[in-house]
């Protein structure tokens, strides 16, 4: 077990980096559109309100908005500010030349002129906090512009400090800061920011997938997983699929933690989600490990051979001399030929499974020389037993149609030894033919049966969801 959790650990690790990787580094993308259409807005706000301070004007006319939290109330700032009737801050006559200048650099697209000409405002004395505010505020738009993470996140911690951002600033800001400071490596501070935005509601669905990777980075796999939940609903309120990598950290994390049963959870969601063969076979690996009955072992078989997420030969041999054990020597035989065209097959195994298929052939030709006489006793029966044997055997020589009729008549009959399997070749003779509509109805029927398997019945529950609902278009 441990080994086994070990093993898995690694590759998933692998996945998740690459999750993380694509997630925060698009994080500055998607900051130039948040903060696209604030550079117009604050231009022309700022740009009037320092043409409405007279010609002799040395400070602006300024007024202190609520802030949204409360360590952002600001101070005092005696001398450097008046409050009008009117409430609204403007900058200061005194930089209103080189703000000027920014802020058609900046409409223009030209970000290193805009800078230099806010880092010539910045040098003017006296300024207000206002001042410095708007300042820093536009060097931190032009800083992310310039794809200079670092140096906007420093730019609108600044702006921040001013305290004078008013409530729906504020909640831009922090979700900016948040975006800033993940893409910078700045955990701590990226998680407290995003609380912060998340209180203001202004995260998205992949705001708080990376919230849920920043915690699954600090190694709280709690935290990590109440934001991953969040961006789970959140996603399905879009009606956009979760991203995949959500489940991936609820799977690292039950397999740090050795619980099995949260790893087995995250592989079924991560199953319905990407229906990816690498899922199949871990989540059949960890339900197959604990069962000692060959039938149910053999049905679990059956699932892992139908989603193609067998990847080592131990299996098909195995599947193999379990089949032949139930006397199904022609599908031995079909999945041997198939392990031998996977190329899994080791080369000291080569032997073993030549003499194998040779001794299931031999069988199976047998078996095909005596169908019609099967069929024959099998109509006059009364009950079902044989007319399921007869269509196993028909599966096994890849007659799905004659097996699917079969199997229906010896359901229609009584006394069916073993009616999961009869349902289960049933669906798969309709996958086969590609009618999913019958393979579906076969299927659910596995759900009425008192004595079946609780992880057999989730597994061929789970294959079925994952089959087309339309048939597949003939190539």
Same mark, same amino acid.
């Given at each position: 077990?441990?080994?086994?959790?070990?093993?898995?650990?690694?590759w998933?690790?692998?996945?998740?980096?690459?999750?993380?990787?694509?997630?925060?580094?698009?994080?500055?993308?998607?900051?130039?559109?948040?903060?696209?259409?604030?550079?117009?807005?604050?231009?022309?706000?700022?740009?009037?309100?320092?043409?409405?301070?007279?010609?002799?004007?040395?400070?602006?006319?300024?007024?202190?908005?609520?802030?949204?939290?409360?360590?952002?109330k600001?101070?005092?700032?005696?001398? %450097?500010?008046?409050?009008?009737?009117?409430? !609204?801050?403007?900058?200061?006559?005194i930089?209103?030349?080189?703000?000027?200048?920014?802020?058609?650099?900046?409409?223009?697209?030209?970000?290193?002129?805009?800078?230099?000409n =806010?880092?010539?405002?910045?040098?003017?004395?006296?300024?207000?906090?206002?001042?410095?505010?708007?300042?820093?505020?536009?060097?931190?738009?032009?800083?992310?512009?310039?794809?200079?993470?670092?140096?906007? !996140?420093?730019?609108?911690?600044?702006? @921040?400090?001013?305290?004078?951002?008013?409530d729906? $600033?504020?909640? &831009?800001?922090?979700?900016?800061?948040?975006?800033?400071?993940?893409? +910078?490596?700045?955990?701590?501070?990226?998680?407290?920011y995003?609380?912060?935005?998340?209180?203001?509601?202004?995260?998205?669905?992949?705001?708080?997938l990376?919230?849920?990777?920043?915690?699954?980075?600090?190694?709280?796999?709690? +935290?990590?997983?109440?934001?991953?939940?969040?961006?789970?609903?959140?996603?399905?309120? /879009?009606?956009?699929?979760?991203? /995949?990598?959500?489940?991936?950290? &609820?799977?690292?994390?039950?397999?740090?933690? +050795?619980?099995?049963?949260?790893?087995?959870?995250?592989?079924?969601?991560?199953? %319905? @989600?990407?229906? *990816?063969?690498?899922?199949?076979?871990?989540?059949?690996?960890?339900?197959r490990?604990?069962?000692?009955?060959?039938?149910?072992? #053999?049905?679990?078989?059956?699932?892992?051979?139908?989603?193609?997420?067998?990847?080592?030969?131990?299996?098909?041999?195995?599947?193999? !001399?379990?089949?032949?054990?139930?006397? =199904?020597?022609? /599908?031995?035989?079909?999945?041997? $030929?198939?392990?031998?065209?996977s190329?899994?097959?080791?080369?000291?195994?080569?032997?073993?499974?030549?003499?194998?298929?040779?001794?299931?052939?031999?069988?199976?030709?047998?078996?095909?020389?005596?169908?019609?006489?099967?069929?024959? /006793?099998?109509?006059?029966?009364s009950?079902?037993? =044989?007319?399921?044997?007869?269509?196993?055997?028909?599966?096994?020589?890849?007659?799905?149609?004659?097996a699917?009729?079969?199997?229906? %008549?010896?359901?229609? *009959?009584?006394?069916?030894?073993?009616?999961?399997?009869?349902?289960?070749?049933?669906?798969?003779?309709s996958?086969a033919?590609?009618?999913?509509?019958?393979?579906?109805?076969?299927?659910?029927?596995? &759900?009425?049966?008192?004595?079946?398997?609780?992880?057999?019945?989730? #597994?061929?529950?789970?294959?079925?969801?994952?089959?087309?609902?339309?048939? @597949?278009a003939? =190539?």
């Open positions: 077990m441990s080994n086994l959790l070990r093993a898995m650990g690694f998933m690790w692998g996945l998740i980096a690459i999750g993380l990787s694509v997630t925060l580094v698009s994080v500055s993308y998607r900051m130039v559109s948040l903060y696209r259409s604030h550079i117009s807005a604050q231009s022309a706000y700022s740009a009037a309100s320092a043409s409405s301070a007279g010609p002799d004007s040395k400070t602006s006319t300024l007024a202190l908005p609520p802030a949204l939290f409360g360590e952002n600001p101070a005092p700032d005696v001398g %450097r500010t008046k409050v009008d009737a009117s409430h !609204q801050p403007v900058i200061s006559r930089i209103a030349k080189e703000m000027t200048a920014a802020q058609q650099a900046m409409q223009a697209g030209q970000w290193p002129e805009a800078l230099q =806010l880092e010539a405002a910045e040098a003017q004395a006296p300024l207000t906090r206002y001042d410095s505010k708007t300042i820093q505020d536009f060097k931190g738009i032009s800083y992310v512009r310039l794809n200079k993470s670092k140096a906007a !996140q420093t730019a609108y911690e600044a702006a @921040l400090a001013s305290g004078f951002y008013r729906q $600033e504020l909640v &831009k800001l922090f979700r900016v800061l948040f975006q800033l400071a993940a893409t +910078n490596g700045q955990a701590a501070k990226a998680m407290e995003g609380e912060k935005a998340y209180g203001a509601g202004a995260l998205n669905s992949n705001d708080l990376i919230m849920s990777q920043l915690y699954h980075q600090q190694k709280d796999c709690k +935290n990590s997983a109440v934001w991953g939940d969040k961006a789970i609903a959140s996603f399905r309120e /879009e009606g956009v699929a979760p991203k /995949e990598v959500l489940y991936q950290l &609820k799977l690292q994390c039950a397999s740090d933690a +050795n619980n099995t049963a949260g790893m087995i959870a995250a592989l079924y969601d991560l199953v %319905r @989600l990407t229906n *990816k063969t690498s899922y199949w076979n871990n989540l059949i690996r960890l339900e490990q604990d069962e000692r009955d060959d039938h149910n072992t #053999l049905m679990i078989y059956r699932v892992m051979y139908d989603t193609n997420s067998m990847q080592v030969d131990s299996d098909y041999i195995e599947m193999a !001399q379990l089949l032949g054990d139930a006397a =199904l020597p022609g /599908e031995a035989q079909l999945v041997l $030929e198939t392990a031998v065209r190329g899994v097959v080791k080369e000291d195994h080569r032997e073993r499974i030549a003499r194998l298929w040779n001794s299931m052939k031999t069988r199976a030709e047998a078996d095909k020389k005596g169908l019609l006489a099967l069929d024959a /006793e099998a109509v006059k029966n009950a079902g037993q =044989l007319d399921i044997k007869l269509g196993e055997v028909y599966f096994g020589a890849s007659d799905y149609l004659d699917a009729a079969v199997i229906s %008549r010896g359901l229609g *009959k009584a006394q069916i030894k073993q009616p999961d399997e009869a349902y289960v070749y049933l669906g798969r003779s996958v033919q590609n009618n999913p509509a019958d393979a579906k109805n076969a299927f659910a029927q596995l &759900k009425t049966l008192p004595n079946i398997s609780a992880r057999v019945l989730r #597994l061929w529950s789970l294959y079925a969801d994952m089959i087309p609902d339309a048939p @597949l003939s =190539l």
